[in-house]
Structure formats: structure tokens, C-alpha cells
């Protein structure tokens, strides 16, 4: 049956407002992540009724770099549902969708047959740095760009490709410099979520968030789509790009060999999916214009969707294309949040597996006056300053300073830094800084850091899906196929109503906060000076 039958068939069965459980009333939503993919079983009331989770290895070596095999992906999907099978005997026959949600700005260099010419390189690979700094560099600067060519990506794509070399962009330029071959043999530039939705399909195609951040994509509002004249200015022929597709289309069905690999039905409809960012915005269910959440795992980000392009040069923030309707979504990124919050436990000596996290920090007692300051730039940062030399921080350490001071100085200094980045988002026009703001992530998990947000930013924090809003964020884009809700976003709006807990701001710690922010504000810049 042609994948629009089936969609307007699901429609049909199930109707707005009234649900009909039918022989497939079960979404399978996979979120492929840096070391694994989370893998849930989501019904027509968004919620989770089974989840798995398989990880695969990541490769890194000096100068930079950082590969996976993305054999190793498909694999670690089929493990995990082989052992989703055993908990749901019937998931092959109840399966109606399968959608999948992926980190962003991989390169995989494909044959025309869709097989992986090398390994990717994934978002963390740096070894296309010098190369960055070549494309974007040169005289007259600002910020470190050239301005004439900063004024011509800026005017098209709303951004430029990173200097780090850590964009796509530089690391096209570096396969067709350090690997000639390879980039002769390659027929397709592909990110990971479209080398997995091609393994899954047969089909080719990206996603807009995947297009806007290659920086070979026109973002103006009318003119979205591939830029000849930013293919020109890289030097890619954009014969080797994939074509865009909205995430909530259905890209086509399993192919008998995926079929049979993952143990599902031939006929079951994949959709072109989305970015990790894409679906924890709609995991967050914040997605009025204006409306902000903050994802924080290892490291964190302010965002949320937009009525139109934004961008703050100053600031290193911006809207991406999302990779649904082409809806604007800000993002402003930083460095480190869980990954620091681990770091300060353990060099204070405790344990950071499992639950022990949360707990160290549960039992790190009440704030004292002079506890220290912790700026928590351990991998450099990125907004409201963009500079990867940056490092951490500690000042005011005295001797009387034990564990427990420095765990609250770290938990308060992620907090700050977040606070910081969140003090210039807010100042854009359409950003609304009034009711509970969303959080998602595994950090949002953890009580003590939850509150200590709530009180540095002095508004109430919501915390729905925490691990599992990217899970749940992608299934609302099989919402509509299914005919759960009719758009995706109304379907996030649901999972907006399923809060976990929420977080009202103490006024006491808040008035803390506030001095204590003011005073750091000093330190830091002139930190930042002797940068």
C-alpha cells in the first residue's frame, strides 16, 4: 500500500479526540545519542510503555578525532529491540511507525548504494580545525570571521560554519583534501540520522537542521533549500547532498532486509525524523513561539522555537532551520553542565555512577556565606562567549573548604553559567521570560540542580521527560500518521501537561543568587580578560 494510503488509512481508524486501538497502536522512537541510542515504545497517549537502551563504541585518537562505525548504530537498534520482543511478544504485529531522532553534524561519506565509504566523523571531531579557520578567516575580521564573508552566510543561512572546524562544512573540505579517493567514491554526504533512515528505506534524504548546520542551506523564509552559492563558496557540488525532507513525512517503508533485521513488518512507514535539539524542543512540550526550555545532560542548552530568524553575533547564538515546517529554532549551546557537575564530584571524592550523582549533591549541605565561586569552563565554552581555550575556574578557596564546598560551588556554578547565557536569550524580542520554563535532560533528574535553577533564574522550572524527552519528543512527529493528534505539535502540547515536578524559586536563595551572580559577573570578566 503507498505510504500516503497508509497515513490517510491510521487517520481514518483513529480520529482526533478518540482513540481506537487498532492492530498497530504502538510507535517505535529511537534516539541515537554519542555512546547510544534510547529506544522507546510510546502509545496513543505519548507516554512510554517499554524503553531499551544499547550502546556502541566511540573512537578517539589524537588530533582530534572522533569516529564510529555506523554499522555499529543499525546493530545496537536491532539489539535493542530484540530485546524490546521479549517484553512485548507482539511489538512486530502492533508496530505502526518507526522514527528516529539523532545527534547532529556527523559526515559519512556514501557509495550510491548508501555503504559507508570510512567511518563518521562525528560532531566531536575537531581535526578539520585549520580548515575552519581558513574558510571563515581572513582580513577585515570581526569575531574572528572575515567580514565579507561572515555578511554573505549571515544574509543566507542566518549563521557560518564554526571556526572549531567542528561543522560539517570543514569536514567535507577535509575528506576531499586528506582523502581524495574516498571523496572521489563518495556519491552522498550523509548525517547520521540519514545514513540511518537510508539503511532503513532505501531513500535518501536529510532533515533541514542537518542542512542549515553544513552551512550550504538557504534559510531565508520562501527560499528554503540548498544554496548554489554557498556550494560554490565551499567548493562541494551539491549533486552530493540529499534532499530535504520535513520530519514528520513519511519517507517511505522498511525494506525487506531492515525488516528482517530489526524483526518488524516490511509495511511499517519511517518518517524523515529529526535532530536530538528538534526533539527535545517538542519532548519539552514548549513549543509556542517564544516559549523557552533547557535541555541539560552533558552538556546543556537554552532554546526554543521562533517566529522568525534570530541571530546575536556578539553572543554565538542563533536560530537554526528545525528540521518540522522549517520553524525557526533557537539555540544557545554551552560546554558543560553534567559533565562538570561529575567533575566536581569526582575530585571530592565521591562516586558518580548510578544514583550516587544525585546523591552527593542531596547531601552537600546548606550554602554558606563564603562558599567559593566555580566558573565551569572545563572544555572551553560556546555562549555568551565563544572561545574552546577557556578553562575552569575556582575563586575564594580557603582552607576551611571541604568536599561538600566544593560540590555546591560547581552546582551553583553550572547554574550561574546557564543563568549568564540565559540573561542574553532573554533579551531578544519575541523570548518570553513570564510562567514555569521547561527543563529536559538527565541532569533535570537530579532535585538539587532542578531547584538551584529555579532559584538562579528566579522563575518556576517544570521537569517532564528529563531522560527521555528526546524518546517522546520524536514520536510526537508519528502523531499524526498514527492518528493520535494532528499535528505534532499538538501533540507536544500533551506531553507539556505530563510534568513530573516542578520547582518554585526560594526567595531567600534567589536574593542569595542574585548577589552572589553579581559579584561573579566581576570575576569573570576579568577571567575572560586574561584570555
Same mark, same amino acid.
Not at 533579551?427 to 529555579?454: H, L, R, Y
Given at each position: 500500500?503507498?505510504?500516503?494510503?497508509?497515513?490517510?488509512?491510521?487517520?481514518?481508524?483513529?480520529?482526533?479526540?478518540?482513540?481506537?486501538?487498532?492492530?498497530?497502536?504502538? %510507535?517505535?522512537?529511537?534516539?541515537?545519542?554519542?555512546?547510544?541510542?534510547?529506544?522507546?515504545?510510546?502509545?496513543?497517549?505519548?507516554?512510554?510503555?517499554? $524503553?531499551?537502551?544499547?550502546?556502541?563504541?566511540?573512537?578517539?585518537?589524537?588530533?582530534?578525532?572522533?569516529?564510529?562505525?555506523?554499522?555499529?548504530?543499525?546493530?545496537?537498534?536491532?539489539?535493542?529491540?530484540?530485546?524490546?520482543?521479549?517484553?512485548?511478544?507482539?511489538?512486530?504485529?502492533?508496530?505502526?511507525?518507526?522514527?528516529?531522532?539523532?545527534?547532529?553534524?556527523?559526515?559519512?561519506?556514501?557509495?550510491?548504494?548508501?555503504?559507508?565509504?570510512?567511518?563518521?566523523?562525528?560532531?566531536?571531531?575537531?581535526?578539520?580545525?585549520?580548515?575552519?579557520?581558513?574558510?571563515?578567516?581572513?582580513?577585515?575580521?570581526?569575531?574572528?570571521?572575515?567580514?565579507?564573508?561572515?555578511? $554573505?552566510?549571515?544574509?543566507?543561512?542566518?549563521?557560518?560554519?564554526?571556526?572549531?572546524?567542528?561543522?560539517?562544512?570543514?569536514?567535507?573540505?577535509?575528506?576531499?583534501?586528506?582523502?581524495?579517493?574516498?571523496?572521489?567514491?563518495?556519491?552522498?554526504?550523509?548525517?547520521?540520522?540519514?545514513?540511518?533512515?537510508?539503511?532503513?528505506?532505501?531513500?535518501?534524504?536529510?532533515?533541514?537542521?542537518?542542512?542549515?548546520?553544513?552551512?550550504?542551506?538557504?534559510?531565508?523564509?520562501?527560499?528554503?533549500?540548498?544554496?548554489?552559492?554557498?556550494?560554490?563558496?565551499?567548493?562541494?557540488?551539491?549533486?552530493?547532498?540529499?534532499?530535504?525532507?520535513?520530519?514528520?513525512?513519511?519517507?517511505?517503508?522498511?525494506?525487506?532486509?531492515?525488516?528482517?533485521?530489526?524483526?518488524?513488518?516490511?509495511?511499517?512507514?519511517?518518517?524523515?525524523?529529526?535532530?536530538?535539539?528538534?526533539? =527535545?524542543?517538542?519532548?519539552?512540550?514548549?513549543?509556542?513561539?517564544?516559549?523557552?526550555?533547557?535541555?541539560?545532560?552533558?552538556?546543556?542548552?537554552?532554546?526554543?522555537?521562533?517566529?522568525?530568524?534570530?541571530?546575536?553575533?556578539?553572543?554565538?547564538?542563533?536560530?537554526?532551520?528545525?528540521?518540522?515546517?522549517?520553524?525557526?529554532?533557537?539555540?544557545?549551546?554551552?560546554?558543560?553542565?553534567?559533565?562538570?557537575?561529575?567533575?566536581?564530584?569526582?575530585?571530592?571524592?565521591?562516586?558518580?555512577?548510578?544514583?550516587?550523582?544525585? *546523591?552527593?549533591?542531596?547531601?552537600?549541605?546548606?550554602?554558606?556565606?563564603?562558599?567559593?565561586?566555580?566558573?565551569?569552563?572545563?572544555?572551553?565554552?560556546? %555562549?555568551?562567549?565563544?572561545?574552546?581555550?577557556?578553562?575552569?575556574?575556582?575563586?575564594?578557596?580557603?582552607?576551611? *573548604?571541604?568536599? $561538600?564546598?566544593?560540590?555546591?560551588?560547581?552546582?551553583?556554578?553550572?547554574?550561574?553559567?546557564?543563568?549568564?547565557?540565559?540573561?542574553?536569550?532573554?533579551?531578544?524580542?519575541?523570548?518570553?521570560?513570564?510562567?514555569?520554563?521547561?527543563?529536559?535532560?538527565?541532569?533535570?533528574?537530579?532535585?538539587?540542580?532542578?531547584?538551584?535553577?529555579?532559584?538562579?533564574?528566579?522563575?518556576?522550572?517544570? %521537569?517532564?521527560?528529563?531522560?527521555?524527552?528526546? %524518546?517522546?519528543?520524536?514520536?510526537?512527529?508519528?502523531?499524526?500518521?498514527?492518528?493520535? =493528534?494532528?499535528?505534532?505539535?499538538?501533540?507536544?502540547?500533551?506531553?507539556?501537561?505530563?510534568?513530573?515536578?516542578?520547582?518554585?524559586?526560594?526567595?531567600?536563595?534567589?536574593?542569595?543568587?542574585?548577589?552572589?551572580?553579581?559579584?561573579?559577573?566581576?570575576?569573570?570578566?576579568?577571567?575572560?580578560?586574561?584570555?
Amino acid at each position: 500500500m503507498p505510504a500516503n494510503d497508509i497515513s490517510a488509512e491510521r487517520r481514518h481508524e483513529a480520529p482526533i479526540g478518540k482513540v481506537i486501538v487498532t492492530e498497530r497502536d504502538l %510507535v517505535i522512537s529511537a534516539d541515537f545519542g554519542t555512546s547510544g541510542v534510547k529506544i522507546g515504545i510510546v502509545d496513543h497517549s505519548l507516554k512510554l510503555i517499554s $524503553r531499551a537502551t544499547a550502546t556502541y563504541p566511540l573512537s578517539l585518537a589524537k588530533g582530534g578525532i572522533a569516529e564510529q562505525a555506523p554499522d555499529d548504530w543499525w546493530a545496537a537498534l536491532a539489539r535493542g529491540l530484540s530485546d524490546l520482543r521479549h517484553e512485548i511478544p507482539n511489538l512486530m504485529e502492533r508496530t505502526g511507525a518507526l522514527v528516529m531522532s539523532t545527534q547532529l553534524c556527523g559526515v559519512i561519506c556514501a557509495d550510491e548504494t548508501g555503504h559507508a565509504l570510512r567511518p563518521c566523523l562525528t560532531w566531536l571531531d575537531k581535526r578539520a580545525a585549520p580548515i575552519g579557520r581558513a574558510l571563515t578567516g581572513g582580513f577585515p575580521e570581526v569575531h574572528g570571521y572575515q567580514i565579507f564573508k561572515l555578511a $554573505r552566510w549571515l544574509r543566507i543561512a542566518n549563521g557560518a560554519p564554526a571556526k572549531n572546524g567542528m561543522d560539517p562544512t570543514a569536514k567535507f573540505l577535509w575528506i576531499a583534501q586528506n582523502e581524495p579517493e574516498i571523496y572521489a567514491r563518495t556519491r552522498w554526504f550523509l548525517d547520521v540520522k540519514d545514513w540511518l533512515v537510508h539503511r532503513a528505506t532505501g531513500r535518501f534524504t536529510t532533515s533541514a537542521e542537518s542542512a542549515n548546520l553544513s552551512w550550504l542551506m538557504d534559510t531565508r523564509p520562501g527560499r528554503e533549500g540548498w544554496s548554489q552559492t554557498l556550494a560554490n563558496v565551499v567548493g562541494i557540488p551539491l549533486e552530493k547532498m540529499p534532499e530535504i525532507v520535513d520530519a514528520a513525512e513519511i519517507v517511505g517503508t522498511l525494506t525487506p532486509q531492515a525488516a528482517a533485521e530489526l524483526g518488524l513488518r516490511a509495511d511499517v512507514p519511517v518518517l524523515g525524523g529529526a535532530s536530538d535539539v528538534t526533539a =527535545a524542543a517538542l519532548g519539552s512540550g514548549e513549543v509556542s513561539d517564544g516559549a523557552l526550555h533547557i535541555s541539560a545532560a552533558t552538556s546543556a542548552w537554552i532554546a526554543g522555537f521562533m517566529p522568525s530568524r534570530l541571530l546575536s553575533v556578539a553572543h554565538s547564538y542563533a536560530t537554526i532551520t528545525s528540521a518540522l515546517n522549517y520553524r525557526p529554532l533557537l539555540i544557545a549551546s554551552q560546554e558543560n553542565a553534567g559533565s562538570a557537575l561529575e567533575w566536581g564530584v569526582r575530585i571530592s571524592g565521591g562516586r558518580v555512577d548510578g544514583e550516587a550523582l544525585a *546523591h552527593a549533591f542531596a547531601d552537600m549541605g546548606p550554602p554558606e556565606i563564603d562558599d567559593p565561586y566555580f566558573l565551569p569552563w572545563l572544555a572551553g565554552e560556546r %555562549v555568551p562567549v565563544d572561545n574552546d581555550a577557556l578553562r575552569g575556574v575556582f575563586h575564594g578557596l580557603a582552607l576551611h *573548604h571541604d568536599d $561538600r564546598a566544593i560540590r555546591r560551588a560547581t552546582l551553583e556554578g553550572v547554574a550561574l553559567n546557564l543563568r549568564w547565557s540565559y540573561s542574553k536569550v532573554c533579551k531578544e524580542k519575541p523570548v518570553k521570560t513570564d510562567g514555569p520554563i521547561g527543563m529536559v535532560g538527565g541532569v533535570s533528574a537530579n532535585p538539587a540542580f532542578a531547584q538551584t535553577i529555579a532559584d538562579a533564574l528566579n522563575r518556576e522550572v517544570r %521537569v517532564g521527560g528529563s531522560r527521555h524527552a528526546g %524518546v517522546l519528543g520524536a514520536a510526537t512527529l508519528a502523531a499524526p500518521v498514527m492518528g493520535w =493528534a494532528e499535528t505534532p505539535w499538538k501533540a507536544a502540547e500533551v506531553l507539556r501537561a505530563n510534568t513530573n515536578a516542578h520547582y518554585v524559586p526560594n526567595p531567600a536563595r534567589v536574593a542569595d543568587l542574585d548577589r552572589r551572580a553579581t559579584h561573579l559577573a566581576k570575576i569573570r570578566k576579568h577571567i575572560l580578560r586574561s584570555y
